[in-house]
């Protein structure tokens, strides 16, 4: 369970710049959920993760997660349960570093990082099955670097590596944006899977409907850092892409777009 | 003038070898950790100081090696704090530590700018040296910082092996991984700037033993002959994959000195150095011109 609670959020605090995102913003989400976010620009979308993930810090309010209280935690410590995927496809790998190397560093997440061996031969065949899942034949070149893949591959491993330790949450922050429509489809089949074997909690931000529709079994539209569309269950299934597009005209229409 | 021409080139290559041990260092911070550390234009010299004061006072000169290594760490552990705790930029916090140690290496050698040790056993000195043929007899000095350099290299190697290496090569490749990985980016670099620092400290140390003396002023342009260094050696062997990164920096650290040489020969005054050392440095930074920007953290 993870609960955003009261949470108020400025930009710029004390200059004539100053801009209330979050005023007592509130979003909880239930264990085995699958959350698909979209909204327009500036809706918040990405600055919720952020302040979830602990990337930029809150004015006032709580993060909860499994009932306790991570508000005050730093970044790095909320990640042993949390993996995050950008839509930055470099941001999720090392690209000096070889395939191996970086499926070594994920295995490693959660335990000693001290003076043994970085990379464990026995694992050499495990990491080969994981890459073979992807089927986009990276088993067979574990010792190349990672900068020499493309934007696709690259976030297949990424999607790989933060799920290859037990987490609880995965946050995706419009992985799918930078690919192309066909490597965006199988990456997203890909999350699909990954998600539903490894029982995760979910949270999507996106800006493909069809996506936000198809995937998932909750959608939230926000606008203005307030949700303002909350589909669960049986709603959520029946809910159709002209449904969430007619929403969106709604609201350009009362911005005067 | 063969004869002359080989004198100048084992004179090189000595120094070359003393500078490489430091080389490595810089390549820690610069290639790996991707941190300008101007702080070992301080602790270069601290490690003279500390060998020259030990030295003096009777200390053996292997141990002199060590201390000067710990005390380095210690050093670029500082550099590290002042960076990530005190959230100061990575090129200040390297001025802020150059400035401060400038001070603490007089106090370390009692006020004095300038300590002979000339006198004095050193690491070259050993009993067990003499044994060596006669005929390689007068290269004894290049075998023994051979050695040295041979270690602190397959020292780094293996480290850069391990799990602790493999966080501080992701740190300065994509810091964000470390995070994900749900380690503190932060106490990453503060490792590798003491890893660094302590290479540097040693570096100073064996430069004491081998000219015969400490100079307050010995540490000045140090960061700048690393990198120089280190930029030769990586752009050299880049499409040579089967040479180490490590070895490239050695190398690129005796042909750096190679280069130096061959310009005093030919009419440079050794004051003209600093300035050899600026152009070279240009030129290799134009013609390399390798400073690619790494994917930064947006979100």
Not at chain 1, 61 to 86: H, L, M, T, W
């Amino acid at each position: 369970m993870l609960k955003l609670l009261n949470i108020t959020k400025y930009y710029n605090p004390g200059t004539v710049n100053e801009m209330c995102l979050f005023n007592n913003f509130n979003f909880v989400v239930n264990e085995g959920e699958f959350v698909s976010v979209v909204g327009s620009n500036g809706s918040g979308k990405t600055s919720m993760l952020n302040i979830l993930c602990g990337s930029i810090p809150i004015d006032q309010g709580q993060i909860i997660i499994n009932n306790v209280d991570i508000s005050n935690i730093p970044e790095f410590k909320r990640q042993r349960k949390i993996g995050r995927v950008y839509q930055n496809p470099a941001l999720g790998t090392c690209p000096n570093m070889t395939i191996l190397e970086n499926m070594s560093l994920a295995d490693n997440k959660g335990k000693s990082w001290g003076l043994s061996r970085g990379t464990n031969k026995k694992r050499i065949d495990y990491y080969k099955d994981k890459l073979r899942s992807l089927n986009l034949g990276l088993e067979e070149k574990l010792d190349i670097t990672v900068g020499s893949l493309s934007g696709g591959q690259r976030q297949a491993l990424a999607l790989l590596m933060i799920t290859m330790t037990p987490i609880e949450f995965l946050i995706l922050d419009e992985h799918t944006a930078a690919l192309d429509p066909k490597t965006a489809e199988l990456i997203m089949e890909l999350t699909d899977q990954l998600v539903k074997d490894n029982n995760l909690t979910t949270i999507m931000v996106t800006h493909n409907l069809r996506y936000a529709v198809d995937y998932g079994n909750r959608l939230i539209m926000m606008h203005q850092g307030e949700i303002i569309v909350d589909k669960v269950g049986g709603d959520k299934k029946n809910l159709k892409i002209d449904d969430v597009l007619n929403k969106f005209t709604e609201i350009s229409v009362e911005l005067g777009n | 003038m063969l004869e002359t021409i080989w004198m100048i080139f084992i004179g090189a290559l000595e120094e070359g070898l003393v500078y490489a041990i430091m080389a490595l260092g810089v390549y820690i911070t610069y290639k790996i950790l991707d941190f300008p550390d101007l702080s070992v234009d301080g602790t270069f010299p601290m490690g003279a100081a500390i060998t020259a004061t030990l030295i003096t006072r009777g200390t053996s000169p292997l141990l002199t090696l060590i201390i000067s290594f710990i005390i380095g760490a210690l050093a670029g552990t500082l550099t590290g704090i002042i960076h990530v705790k005190c959230k100061v930029r990575d090129l200040l916090a390297g001025i802020i530590m150059m400035t401060a140690l400038y001070s603490i290496n007089l106090r370390i050698t009692g006020g004095k700018a300038n300590v002979p040790i000339f006198t004095k056993k050193t690491i070259f000195d050993y009993e067990f040296l003499k044994g060596i043929p006669e005929a390689i007899q007068p290269y004894t000095v290049s075998i023994v910082l051979f050695i040295i350099v041979i270690i602190m290299k397959l020292l780094l190697d293996l480290y850069l092996k391990t799990k602790s290496g493999y966080l501080l090569r992701a740190v300065g490749d994509n810091d964000t991984v470390v995070t994900s990985l749900a380690m503190d980016k932060g106490y990453v670099k503060i490792i590798g700037l003491a890893i660094a620092n302590a290479f540097v400290g040693l570096s100073g140390s064996v430069y004491a033993q081998k000219s015969g003396y400490f100079d307050i002023y010995s540490g000045t342009g140090t960061m700048v002959m690393g990198l120089a260094s280190v930029i030769i050696g990586i752009n050299l062997f880049k499409r040579l994959t089967f040479v180490k990164a490590t070895s490239a920096v050695i190398i690129g650290s005796v042909i750096y000195k190679i280069c130096v040489a061959i310009a005093i020969a030919f009419g440079l005054e050794t004051s003209d150095l600093k300035l050899i050392t600026a152009a070279l440095f240009l030129i290799i930074l134009v013609v390399s011109n390798d400073r690619k920007r790494r994917a930064k953290n947006n979100a």
